[in-house]
Structures are given as C-alpha cells and as structure tokens.
C-alpha cells in the first residue's frame, strides 16, 4: 500500500495563500500521477488538479484555474499545490492521490487510487 502524506493546510483569510505538500513515504512518487481532490461538509468530493508522472501535463478544474498551480519535485517524493486568491468556496479536506494512470485521475476515475488522509482548508475571515 502506498503512504502519501498531506500537508500545510490550514486557516486563512481570502485572498490569502497556502502551499500544500503531498509527501510520499516507502516508494518513489517519480511513476505516479498525481491528483488533488478536495470535499467540502455536504458536497461529494472533486477533482481539484492532476499533474502527470514527469511533471509534464497538468490540468485543473476550472474553479481554480489561474489560482491554482500543481507542481513536483520528485528528487524530493513531493507534490505541491500553490493555492492563491483563496476564496471562502476553497473550505474543503484536501486530499492527494497517487496513480499509475494520468488520465484516469483527470477523469476522476480513482477506484486504483492510493489516498493520503487530508488535509484541512479553511478560508474564513
């Protein structure tokens, strides 16, 4: 089983920033694609950003898109999520998951998925 491990949620006010870390413990991240998924109190899960196994492809839900920057460095088993111009909306569990297969998680089709166990958002003043 893969161990992936969210961080750098947290509170923060809109308009503000945050950087979330997807850490990967006991196995190279560098074959993995990469989504974040976010789900807020009473609302199902959704895609938030992907980013493929090289770094090369990314995408984003239009939601965030500008405002959102996925990254990776794989030297460091690590995915990051640039969160800007945070909205009240943006609330949510942020979640990271690990797969062989790009597409799938830009399709949201995550049933071969590895989970991290989140990360809190909150953008509140």
């Known amino acids: 089983q893969l161990q992936l491990v969210e961080s750098g949620g947290g509170l923060v006010q809109p308009g503000g920033s945050l950087r979330l870390s997807c850490a990967a413990s006991?196995?190279?991240?560098?074959?993995?694609?990469i989504g974040w998924f976010r789900q807020a109190p009473g609302k199902e899960r959704e895609g938030v950003s992907c980013?493929?196994?090289?770094?090369?492809?990314?995408d984003y839900a239009d939601s965030v898109k500008d405002r959102f920057t996925i990254s990776r460095d794989n030297a460091k088993n690590t995915v990051y999520l640039q969160m800007d111009s945070l909205k009240p909306e943006d609330t949510a569990v942020y979640y990271c998951?690990?797969?062989?297969?790009?597409?799938?998680?830009?399709?949201?089709?995550?049933?071969?998925?590895?989970w991290g166990q989140g990360t809190q958002v909150t953008v509140s003043s």
């Open positions: 998951a690990a797969d062989l297969s790009y597409l799938s998680l830009r399709r949201g089709s995550t049933e071969f998925s590895s």
């Open positions: 980013i493929s196994s090289s770094g090369s492809n990314t």
């Open positions: 006991g196995f190279k991240l560098d074959v993995y694609a």
